[in-house]
């Protein structure tokens, strides 16, 4: 097979790099003038087939995502066209120049759309008509661009089944007249809500994987921080949403640090602090500052989200252990589970309590809230009791709760998501 020619290098270079930064967005652009994921998802697929043979020759456009955008959009007309069953969406398509006749200013105001385009795309992956594991599903193959086995890998499910529950999906969508649109201005802070809990949930599942063997998944909590980090450019007034990409940065700039040579997982106070990553650190507290000051501005009450990322800057920016503020943190986690009730923020505020004011302190606090009653058969619960009893100079009452702990189930997903930043 001979070598590629210096052209073909660079043009695939070219297309690699706005491939992985415009992907998303040419994809949105796509299904708003489309109203068809797949036809979407296709047309770019074969607009970048086209660029590989084309570029080389003709050279590296002046503007690669708009002419990616067209070349899609140009597909999906030719296509349209031939199904007659899709006549209303041809109409809609084929207002679009072609691509010789596309000006410099039509090429801005492609670009333009962009931002509007991805959050359409992304409050329709998440909308609440679709069930949680669906919008999960739907927001990793759509939005952060992984493959259907990649999709199929995070719910441990068949490629196969994957297939089938992204097309039921895409078919609840059209079926239930779900609108490709960022919601009125009136039910954006209702519909923010579910975005984030989508977003958290991604995170979680690679920050403390609850399927599968992997104890932590780095890349998929990479990428739910990438997709956080871009609803929090395109909407930086959201005070919430600026604190969870806040808390996100905070919780993995421990990643180095939280598994042992072993693979076992290193409790927070064990951890190498010098290890930790300081940009992500420093990102994380400006964007929480941000996030507080636009409340400030607001006037209103901290959101759940601000709360944790408020926690999790206590642990993030305390040089040793010992020297965090676990005082702040109880506090915090009383007004967490006033505005957010959980059980599992009573448990985390009973072990800040136990870190401030000593164990017996901490376990007296488990017994008031009757966790037992709410939270079963949790396993961080009896390892919480079982480590505030040795800490308090009583092993051998701390052993049959060590067993029960090492005997109970792990986790679901859900409780995940409220879990402690301990390690």
Known sequence: MPNPTPAATEASAALAEVVASERLRIVATLIRTTCDWDLAEDCFHDAVTRALTTWPVRGIPDN???????????????????ALAEQRATERAAHEPPPEQETEEEEADVIDTFDND????????????????????????TVLGLSVAETAHVFLVSEQTMQKRLVRTRAKIRSANIPYRVPPPRLLPERIAGVLAV????????????????????????EAIRLTRLVAQLMPQQPEVLALLAL?????SRAATRLDAAGDLVLLEHQD????????ITEASRMLAAAEHTLQHLG?????YLLQAQIAAEHATAPTAAATNFARIATLYAHLSQVAPSPIVDLNRAIAVAFSEGPDAGLALLDTLELDAQLGE?????????????RSGRPQDALPHYRRALSSPPPTQCAASSSTAST
């Open 248 to 252: 996100e940065l905070f919780q993995h």
């Open 64 to 82: 690669p995502a708009a002419w990616l955008t067209t070349a899609a959009k140009n597909r999906a007309i030719d296509l349209l066209r031939k």
């Open 199 to 222: 977003l958290y949930l991604l995170f979680t599942e690679g920050y403390s994987s609850g399927s599968g063997s992997d104890l932590i998944r780095p890349v998929l909590a990479d």
């Open 118 to 141: 991805r959050l359409r795309l992304i409050f329709t992956c998440c909308h609440p008509a679709l069930a949680m594991e669906n919008r999960i599903a739907l927001t990793l193959r």
């Open 300 to 304: 209103t009450p901290p959101g759940p």
């Open 378 to 390: 949790y396993h961080l619960l009896h390892a919480t009791r079982a480590d505030l009893l040795r």
């Open 273 to 280: 602090r010098s290890r930790w990553n300081a940009d992500a």
